[in-house]
Structures are given as C-alpha cells and as structure tokens.
C-alpha cells in the first residue's frame, strides 16, 4: 500500500500518517502552496467512501474534508476489510483484500466472489464501491488477489507475471483461492471468480487448471484466444502487445502462449456455472474470441451446469454506456452469481 512519510527539514524527524484501516489506497492532493504545515490528502478503502483529509503535519491530526455520500443508509461501522498472503508455489507471498460484513463466519460456508487482473503492470487498488455492497450485503465476501502481472509489489512483481513468466498470475490466483479455503472464509462449491479482458484471461486459464475450485465464474470480454490474435499483425493492439505477451512468431513465446491459453487448453471435463460477455464493437477483444471460447467449452466439458453467453451488440470493450445500462449489466452478473451459488436474490 502507498504511505506518506513527513520529514521536517529543520530538526531532521519523520513519520509516517497513520491511518486506522489495515487495507486502503492513498493518493496526493493538489498541494499548491510549498510553505505550509498542511498537505491534502485522497483515501479510500474498501470499507470507506472517497475521502478528501487535511493532514496537519505540525500536529500529525487527520482533517476530513470532504467524503463521498452513500446513499440508502449506508454504515461502514457494519463492515470490515482486511489484508492477508497467500504462499505462491514459488514461495511469493501474494497479497489478497477482503471486504465482507462484521458478523462473517469463517467457518467455510460463505460465499466470496475472488477478483483478479494481473495484467500491464496495472494495480487493482482496495477502493470503495458502492456495488459491492449488494453482495457483502447478502452474506458474501468481496477479495480482491493483487497478483502478479500488476504492479502492487513493486516492478518486479509486474515482470514475474509477463512474458515467459506470465503463468506466475495463474498459480498466484490459485495460491489465493486456496488460501480463503484454507482459512475458513469459503468452500469450492461457494466460490465465484471474476476477471474482464486480461483477467478474462485469467479466469479462462484458471478454470481449465483448476475447475474444482470453483462453483461459478464470470469472464467479462475475455482475452482468451490469445495465439490466433497474437499472430494476427492486421489487429491494431497486436504487434505493440508483443511486450506483454511476447512475439509468437518466435518459438519459444510460441509454445509458452500455446500451453496456458484458455481456448487452445480447453478439454473434456466438468467446467464452473459460466457466464461470458461480449461486445459487437470491441476493438480490443474482438467479440468472435469469447464466441469461439463459449462454443469449444460447450463441445467439450463433461458437464450440465450453465454456460451461457451474452453479447452487447451496441457496446464495446468497457459494456454498456450510461449510468442506469451499466447496472443492469452488475446486476444481471449478480444475478448469475447468486443462482448459482444459491445465495437470496
């Protein structure tokens, strides 16, 4: 997590601010004035609402200035975030952010929706968002698994999930799953993973390794045909990707592409409830790439449980535009979530 460390010019002292949460995002103002004892301060959690602090750093006290409303009676008071490691095969320890309510049992039997990109150096900050609420709300656990591929640890823990490394990100989000198991906050058959885009990619390799892990899963626009879009120069995000993925006219990068992607790694077993979305004008996952996924999936796994795809055909690689259309779209994945996990609606 980012800390702010003051360090007076004149006696030489530092500190650090403290805030009370053991999960957060920090991020600075628009701090003008250089002559001042007081900095501004962004905050958020997965608990707490945006907020806007005045750090008085003479007297080393905490300002609120400014805090987003949440309407419908909101009370953070009722929930609780908290950090904990799960041990990668390699020995990582991996961050995982957990938002639930103040009564849940860690006795394996709530459901927790697990959320992983790992992709572009692209941190998954623990913030706040009002739409988790309907979830935690009905009993469930909200975790977010920062690993690698993002860069929440650091550049190096984007480099060990890139490339000829990029199967660190699959292993870790298996690691994290099997760590809130382990510790009681949920059963296979009570678990739910998310990812969009790269983490499409993600959920897509996870559930071809690891199917019995998982009761349901939702792949938003998945990147999950990654060799044939790889070797195809005419997509516009293709060639300049090759720093990501790695140049597939090239052996080696090749058959390291070849051996996780979700569509060639498909095979005949049974497969998680799925749900998959899509959209007509995405110009960064084209809609066929889920089409083809969804299509092998159904001629492959060995099982009756659902699989179902969902086409925006006016939307593109971010869904529906407009406030109202875009939460339908999180409503209808709830939706999906809680049948199949057999949570209230």
Known sequence: MLQVRIHCLESGETHRVRFDEPVY?????????????????????????????????DKRELQLKKQVEVKGGYDPSRYRCR??????????????SILHRHDHKLDGTGPVLLYGYGSYGASCEPTFNSNRLSWVDRG??????????????????YEDGKLLHKKNTFSDFIACAEEL??????????????????????????INQR??????????????????????????????EYE?????????????????SPYENVRAQPYPHLLVTAGLNDP????????????????????????????NM????????????????????????LRCLGMSQ
């Open 25 to 57: 995002s920090l991020y600075p103002g628009n701090n003008f004035e250089f002559n001042t004892p007081v900095v501004r301060l962004h905050y958020t959690s997965l608990v707490t609402p945006w907020s806007v602090y005045d750090y008085h750093m």
């Open 83 to 96: 950090r904990i490691y799960a041990r990668a095969p390699d020995g990582s320890r991996v961050p995982i």
């Open 140 to 157: 469930g656990a909200y975790a977010i698994a920062h690993v690698r591929g993002g860069e929440e640890r650091g550049r190096s823990w």
């Open 181 to 206: 198991i382990a510790r009681g906050f949920t059963h296979p058959r009570r678990m739910a993973i998310q990812g969009a885009s790269a983490g499409g990619l993600l959920v897509g390799a996870v």
């Open 211 to 240: 199917p019995e892990l998982f009761q349901a899963a939702v792949a938003n626009v998945p990147f999950v045909d990654v060799i044939n879009t790889m070797l195809d120069p005419s997509i516009p995000l293709t060639v300049i």
């Open 244 to 260: 990501e993925w790695g140049d597939p006219n090239k052996a080696a990068y090749f058959e390291y592409m070849r051996s996780y």
């Open 284 to 311: 960064r996952v084209q809609y066929w790439e889920p089409a083809k996924w969804v299509a092998k999936l159904r001629a492959k796994k060995t099982d009756d449980r659902l699989l179902l795809l969902k086409t």
């Open 314 to 337: 006016g939307a593109g690689h971010g869904g529906a535009s407009g406030r109202y259309e875009r939460l339908k779209e999180i409503a209808f994945e709830y939706a999906f979530l």
